[in-house]
Each structure stands twice: as structure tokens, then as C-alpha cells.
């Protein structure tokens, strides 16, 4: 009994702390169950904003690793995250500190989870508890994703389609610009209606057969 109270008091005090910081016993659940490596990934889309914050709490949350990402405008690259994927093996978990420092949408979200999925690995948000890959819930995560990418890409056709009908209807005209102005297209249907060959009109306008061609349809 003598020996067994430091124990327990020593145990009671851990108990404390881990409960007082929810990171800390995500870190420490981690840590048990999971025997592969923890990565971090952090980004930022411009070269002004810092890192620091989100590498904090990636650290805090147990990453061995941190893949950090700084994205700049002119390029949708993302080269550490490529590292990552390489790097990834059974049992690896991914920890980021919210989805949108990962993913551009939700398709994308959707395929890099997948991606991780069949490296063996896990995929869990900070800011996001609900999207957790690692636990018995995986495919369920996955399958809400994909029916959110879903939604989210008819959203995005509809919203296409609305824009185009508005557009049509103030005279917009879609599609490639004519290679002849409609003067030139009046003057090429007059000279082919003359007799001249369409080869020679053609010619003329520096353009194919073809576009003559369906002027006289």
C-alpha cells in the first residue's frame, strides 16, 4: 500500500493535467493507438502570413513531422503536400488545423482523404472534429464528403448555367470569335453567289475552305 499512493497520486495528477488540455489527450489517445507516424500540415497562401500559430498547434498536437505549405498566388502547386502523400505508410496519421488550410473545396478535400485511405493513413481537423478518417467511422466520414462534393458541384452548374442564360439574354454571344467580321461575311456570300470558287475567297481572307463554306449553308 506504501508503494502503491505515490503511483496513484502521481496517476491522478497526469489525469488532471490531460484532461485540463483537450490537445494533450488527443495527443496522448494518438500516441497509444496509433503506431505510425503523426504529420502535421500547415499552409498559408500568401508569403505575408505566418505560420507560427498553426504550427503551434499542430506541435501541441503531437506531430512528429510538420509538411509547411506557402502558396502563392500565381501558382495552385502545392509540393509539400505531394512530400506528404509520398511519404505517407499504414497506420501514418495526417493532422491539419482546419480543412481549408488543406483543401481548395470540398471535391478536393474528398480526394485527398481518399488518397490517404488507400496509403493506409488516417486524416483528422482540429477546427473540424466531425472530419476524422482514423476511427471506425472512416468510410462514413468519406461517403458525407462525397455526397457534399456532389451537392456542391450541381450548386456550381447551376449557378454556371443561371449565369450563362443571363448573359445570352443581354446579347452575350459564347462560344470561339467569328475568323470574318460580318462585313467580310456579306462580302464572301456576294462573291461566291457571283461565281467565284470558295478556294479563292478563302484565299483572299487568309482563312480555310471550311468557314466559306458554311457562310453558304
Known sequence: MEM???YLRNSRHLHQAWAADGIGLFR?????QNPGMIYGYASVSTIAQDLASQLARLKAAGCEKVFREKVTGTTAD????KKLMAALAPGDVVIIPAVDRLSRDTTDLMVIARDMQRAGAGLRSLAE?????????????LAMLGVAAKLERRRIAERTARG???AKAKGVRFGRKPKLTPHQQREARERVAAGETQ???ARSYNV????????TV
Open 78 to 81: 502545392r509540393p509539400q503536400l
Open 4 to 6: 502503491e499512493e505515490p
Open 129 to 141: 472534429p466531425v472530419l476524422d478518417t482514423t476511427g471506425d467511422f472512416a468510410e462514413l466520414v
Open 28 to 32: 496522448c489517445k494518438f500516441l497509444m
Open 208 to 215: 480555310d475552305q471550311a468557314t466559306i463554306s458554311r457562310l
Open 199 to 201: 478556294r479563292s475567297v
Open 164 to 166: 450563362r442564360a443571363g
